[in-house]
Nanobody, 124 residues
Framework: QVQLVESGGGLVQAGGSLRLSCAAS????????MGWFRQAPGKDRVIVAA????????SYADSVKGRFTISRDNAKIAVYLQMKSLKPEDTAVYYC?????????????????WGQGTQVTVSS
């Protein structure tokens, strides 16, 4: 069983930056493809960024491309989402997700394990 815990959310002004972290308990993420999703109030949960299990490929939603970066540390203990040039429309709860030996997912049902989410609020 994999337990995921997100951290790093908060309140930031437009144009600012945040780095979200996702830590796994019980094991490393060496064999897991990872994703970051977000969900605004009244909206569906949608993909933001994805990293395949080997760490060799990434994908990003068009709305965040060039501003957000997904990465993992060398030991694959944690996965990060570096968010720059934040906009008010980035405001949402951000979720970390994982799947064993997966490729680049695009929907929530592509992933097996989920964190509880961390709130990101961008003020104008």
């Amino acid at each position: 069983q994999v337990q995921l815990v997100e951290s790093g959310g908060g309140l930031v002004q437009a144009g600012g930056s945040l780095r979200l972290s996702c830590a796994a308990s019980g094991r490393t993420m060496s064999n897991y493809a990872m994703g970051w999703f977000r969900q605004a109030p009244g909206k569906d949960r949608v993909i933001v960024a994805a990293l395949d299990w080997s760490g060799s490929a990434t994908s990003y939603a068009d709305s965040v491309k060039g501003r957000f970066t997904i990465s993992r540390d060398n030991a694959k203990i944690a996965v990060y989402l570096q968010m720059k040039s934040l906009k008010p429309e980035d405001t949402a709860v951000y979720y970390c997700a994982a799947r064993p030996f997966g490729g680049l997912g695009s929907t929530t049902n592509d992933y097996n394990y989920w964190g509880q989410g961390t709130q990101v609020t961008v003020s104008s």
